[in-house]
T-cell receptor, first 113, second 114 residues
């Protein structure tokens, strides 16, 4: 079946540095992608999404880049803060596919003071 | 006001028992979901309901039966619980169509089967 993402890695960054979290997807038909943040003991929380007709989208302190050629998605977090520590998931979806999201395995982001 | 709320938050039960998890959303969304997150944090969709109608059933054992009495509620009943059912179960909701992609998740129910 289709799969998204890699084995759960851990990314450690210093407070104030920029973080880049990567994700690979394999379903070339997916037409939207979402990044979710999951803090310990909580449900996933929407961060930002991007449609397949875009290659970049910016939010507050976050930027998502989409490279459809290599089926790669990244989340950039500027000036990483301790509150950014969480597991980050990429997910892909297909319009008309019942809004089903296929999640990657997640990346643990640890922010060191 | 909690947008998507599910109960209980923790559930410990013995093998073979039957249990239910309840979910309610007050966002006025027309689509609700159940996701399962295993011990390795992998999230996988189980079911999706749109306006009380089942639209996604991802090869989940028949022991799992979702029930949607109205579009604001989606409950999950599990029969004959097995050790492998231990996981965190997340309810979510979204508004289908209109270009919306965001799904709102509940806090999760940690199910432990002993």
């Amino acid at each position: 079946g289709e799969s998204v993402g890699l084995h759960l890695p851990t990314l450690s960054v210093q407070e104030g540095d920029n973080s880049i979290i990567n994700c690979a997807y394999s379903n070339s038909a997916s037409d939207y992608f979402i990044w979710y943040k999951q803090e310990s003991g909580k449900g996933p929380q929407f961060i930002i999404d991007i449609r397949s007709n875009m290659d970049k989208r910016q939010g507050q302190r976050v930027t998502v880049l989409l490279n459809k050629t290599v089926k790669h998605l990244s989340l950039q977090i500027a000036a990483t803060q301790p509150g950014d520590s969480a597991v980050y998931f990429c997910a892909e979806g297909l319009t008309g596919g019942g809004n089903k999201l296929t999640f990657g395995t997640g990346t643990q982001l640890k922010v060191e003071l | 006001d909690t947008a998507v709320s599910q109960t209980p938050k923790y559930l410990v039960t013995q093998m073979g028992n039957d249990k239910s998890i309840k979910c309610e959303q007050n966002l006025g969304h027309d689509t609700m979901y159940w996701y399962k997150q295993d011990s390795k944090k992998f999230l996988k969709i189980m079911f999706s309901y749109n306006n009380k109608e089942l639209i996604i059933n991802e090869t989940v054992p028949n022991r799992f039966s979702p029930k949607s009495p109205d579009k604001a509620h989606l409950n999950l009943h599990i029969n004959s619980l097995e050790l492998g059912d231990s996981a965190v179960y997340f309810c979510a909701s979204s508004q289908h169509g209109g270009g919306n992609t965001e799904a709102f998740f509940g806090q999760g129910t940690r199910l432990t089967v002993v």
